[in-house]
C-alpha cells in the first residue's frame, strides 16, 4: 500500500505529514467505526476487508518504509537525539517517587506493626493458659 492511499484512508489529506499520535487517533476511530463484530452478518464481509485495509494502512504508516519510500518520523526521535533518553523515562525518574514510595512503606511498616501487636497478644494469652515450667523457658 502506498503512502497516500494510506492516509487518505484514515482520514488524512495526502499531502499532510501527521505525526504518530495523530495517526494512532485516526486508527483507533476507523477500527472502531468498521470492526466486523458491530456489523450484521450479511454486512461483515465488506466490514472485514475495510477493517483489513485500515489495519494495513496504520502498518504502513507506522513503519515507515513501503516499497521503497521512506516516511520520515523524525519528530517522533528527535528528544531522543537531544537528550539521549525518552521523553517518558526522563520525566519519570524525578519529580514525585515518593508519592508511589511512601504509601507502599507505609502498608509495610503497618502490616508490621499489627502483626506484631496481634503476635504479642497471642503470646501473653498462651502464657498465661499454659504456663511453663521450665525456668530455661521464658
Not at 102 to 123: E, M, Q, R
Not at 124 to 137: D, E, V, W
Request: hydrophobic share 35%; glycine share 8%.
Amino acid at each position: 500500500m502506498q503512502v497516500e492511499e494510506a492516509k487518505i484512508l484514515l482520514g488524512f489529506p495526502p499531502n499532510s505529514r501527521p505525526d504518530p499520535s495523530q495517526v494512532k487517533a485516526a486508527y483507533r476511530k476507523k477500527v472502531w467505526e468498521s470492526h466486523p463484530d458491530l456489523f450484521p452478518d450479511d454486512q461483515k464481509l465488506g466490514a472485514e476487508s475495510k477493517f483489513k485495509s485500515i489495519s494495513e494502512a496504520y502498518s504502513c504508516l507506522e513503519s515507515g518504509d513501503v516499497k521503497g519510500q521512506r516516511y520520515s518520523r523524525a519528530g517522533v526521535y528527535s528528544r531522543v537525539v537531544k537528550t539521549g533518553v525518552p521523553r517518558t523515562y526522563a520525566y519519570a525518574k524525578r519529580g514525585n517517587a515518593w508519592l508511589i514510595g511512601a504509601p507502599f512503606l507505609l502498608i509495610v511498616l503497618g502490616t508490621i506493626g499489627l502483626g506484631g501487636i496481634k503476635a504479642n497478644k497471642a503470646y501473653t494469652q498462651q502464657k498465661q493458659t499454659f504456663p511453663s515450667h521450665n525456668p530455661f523457658l521464658p
